[in-house]
Structures are given as structure tokens and as C-alpha cells.
């Protein structure tokens, strides 16, 4: 809504044709309390097989995320308790992000007799050959490092319980619309998320450093949204594009003021202190910057290399043929 009053809006979200095809999908690996689901699951984790209609599928209903957060914690420890199966369909869970909660609501949770918790995705997306488009495996990954995070704040507290730091990915099998599923480690994810966590900034602290009055009530007039969302420092990257809903209103902003982030974090990490496109272009130029700095150094060079060119493919389109040269 933001990003829309400010006359930036983002079009983000799946086609109604995907979603739809995504929510039957999901449909067909719950159904018949998880049966197809938990087959998976022993089939690429192993351990003891599910015995069929055994399974318990706590009702996780309850008022507002705050409620399905507790609701959902409940049920954990009573089916960890309990010492069999248990099936939760959308548990709701919270995670401290910046000082506040945050609520996340993983596809499924199965609870596995020996008290050990799995993290379940269910993606559209298609296992050609038992192999998935990398760059969306690794989305999956960090998602579920997420939900993996919080579900140890629940296990710490709830005996007998351990988190599994292997999720099961369900996906498509080739063409078709039956499930199969690969096992995700994410270890790896869960350890940059969790340092990446303990690095943000408190809202509090943010709050603090904002000029008094300072409101993102997108009823407000474009004119105060735009002074607001300015007074926060925004550090753009094209990356945001897929993520961030005010990513199109920053591009804006990181254009009109020459920086070189706006071309990718890999450009900005190799041009060092040069953090403008007009001061790379002057220190290419020899205008400005330091002889002696490696980065103005290789820009010098490669400014030279491109006249070098460029004068070459002159004089050859000189030495040309009339018709050749026109041709070219």
C-alpha cells in the first residue's frame, strides 16, 4: 500500500492460474491425513514408516497470529509428548526480528515419535530427472532456515525435542502432478540467518533516529510519504526487485542520485570508495581520484584499452571498401 500511494507500486504475486495449481498440489500431498506426504518422508529420511491412519493432525485454529503462534507451540509439545506422529497443516510461528516478533507459517511440521521436528515445502516448481532449478532450491533453503529458527525457540523449551536441520522439499515429480520429494540440509542457511538476525538494527533504535512526526500512513499526501520513507537510509540493490515491495520507489531514488549500487552489490564491491557513476567515469577520464588506487588504476587501463579499440575499428572501416565499409 505504501509503495503504491507513493506512485511506485510493485507487481508482485503469482498468477491466479499458478496459485491455484499450487494450492491443488498442496492439496493432493496432505490428503488423506498426510499419508502420501509421510511416505516421502520415510522414504528419504528413513526411520520407521507412519502406520496408516495413525497420525494425529492437531486443530492449530485459534484468534490471530498471536493465538495460532501459541496454539501451534501447544500442539508441538503435546504431540512430542505424546510419542507418535503428528501432521501440522500451516502451524503459525514467531521469530524475534529487529526486536519484534515476526509471524511465520511454514506448508508443515511433522512430529516424529522419537520427538525429532521436520520442516515440510511444498513447491510448485517441477524435479526434472529428481533435480530442481538450483536458484530456487536455494530460495527454499533459506526459507526453511527461517522456519527452522523458530522452531528451536519452541524446542528449547519443550523436552525430549530437536529440530531437524534436514527439511523435506516437495516438488512435482518431472511433468506430472504427482509428489516427490528431496531432502534439503540447511545447516548452512540457518547459520547466515541467524548471524544475519543478530546484526539488524532495532526497530527501536530506527524509530529513535527518525524526525519527530515522521508517519508512513499511506493516507498521508504523496509529499509526506516521500519525506519519510527519505528520512530512513535505503541501501538498494537490484536484488530487492524480488523481494521488497518499496523496490521500484528505491531504484527511482538510487538512479536519480548517480549510485553505482543501482548496477548490482558485485559492481559496488569492486569499485571500493567510488560509490557514483559520474566518479567512476571522472576517474576513468583521469579527472579525479588517486593514481595509486588499484581500483582507479584498472579503470584508467581499461578507459585506455576501449579508446585503443575504438580507434583500431576506425581505422580499419577507413581502410575499408567503399561497399564493405557501408556494409559494416
Known amino acids: 500500500m505504501l509503495a503504491t500511494a507513493l506512485g511506485s507500486p510493485a507487481p508482485f504475486g503469482q498468477s491466479q492460474f499458478a496459485f491455484m495449481r499450487g494450492n491443488a498440489f498442496e492439496a493432493k500431498v496432505k490428503a488423506d491425513g498426510g499419508t502420501e506426504l509421510l511416505r516421502l518422508m520415510y522414504e528419504r529420511l528413513g526411520g520407521s514408516p507412519a502406520p496408516a491412519g495413525d497420525v494425529s493432525t492437531p486443530d492449530l485454529s485459534a484468534a490471530g497470529p498471536e493465538g495460532r503462534a501459541a496454539r501451534t507451540a501447544l500442539a508441538l509439545r503435546e504431540a512430542t509428548a505424546a510419542g507418535g506422529w503428528a501432521l501440522l497443516d500451516h502451524p503459525m510461528l514467531a521469530l524475534e526480528v529487529a526486536g519484534s516478533p515476526a509471524y511465520l507459517e511454514p506448508d508443515a511440521v511433522v512430529v516424529h515419535p522419537d520427538g525429532r521436528w521436520?520442516?515440510?515445502?511444498?513447491?510448485?516448481?517441477?524435479?526434472?530427472?529428481?533435480?530442481?532449478?538450483?536458484?530456487?532450491?536455494?530460495?527454499?533453503?533459506?526459507?526453511?532456515?527461517?522456519?527452522?529458527l523458530a522452531l528451536e525457540?519452541?524446542?528449547?523449551?519443550?523436552?525430549?525435542?530437536?529440530?531437524?536441520?534436514?527439511?523435506?522439499?516437495?516438488?512435482?515429480?518431472d511433468f506430472s502432478n504427482l509428489p516427490t520429494a528431496s531432502v534439503v540440509d540447511v545447516r548452512k542457511q540457518r547459520a547466515v540467518t541467524r548471524r544475519q538476525l543478530t546484526r539488524l538494527t532495532r526497530i527501536e533504535d530506527i524509530a529513535d533516529a527518525l524526525p519527530e512526526g515522521t508517519t508512513f500512513d499511506p493516507a498521508c499526501s504523496p509529499q509526506e510519504l516521500e519525506s519519510a520513507v527519505s528520512s530512513v537510509t535505503a541501501a538498494y540493490a537490484p536484488e530487492c526487485l524480488a523481494a521488497c515491495e518499496l523496490a521500484f520507489h528505491c531504484r527511482a531514488r538510487s538512479r536519480a542520485q548517480g549510485a553505482v549500487a543501482t548496477?548490482?552489490?558485485?559492481?559496488?564491491?569492486?569499485l571500493g570508495g567510488l560509490t557514483t557513476v559520474a566518479g567512476v567515469l571522472a576517474a576513468a577520464a583521469g579527472k579525479e581520484g588517486d593514481p595509486a588506487d588499484p581500483t582507479v588504476a584498472a579503470l584508467r587501463r581499461a578507459a585506455d584499452l576501449r579508446a585503443d579499440a575504438l580507434e583500431s575499428a576506425a581505422a580499419l572501416r577507413a581502410q575499408a571498401p567503399e561497399g564493405v565499409a557501408a556494409c559494416r
Not at 525435542?161 to 516437495?170: D, I, K, P, S
Open 153 to 173: 525457540r519452541v524446542a528449547a523449551v519443550t523436552e525430549g525435542a530437536e529440530v531437524g536441520h534436514r527439511v523435506l522439499l516437495v516438488c512435482p515429480k
Open 263 to 270: 548496477l548490482g552489490r558485485s559492481v559496488r564491491g569492486e
Open 118 to 148: 521436520t520442516v515440510v515445502e511444498i513447491k510448485s516448481f517441477p524435479m526434472i530427472d529428481a533435480s530442481a532449478d538450483a536458484a530456487k532450491v536455494g530460495a527454499a533453503a533459506r526459507q526453511a532456515a527461517v522456519y527452522v
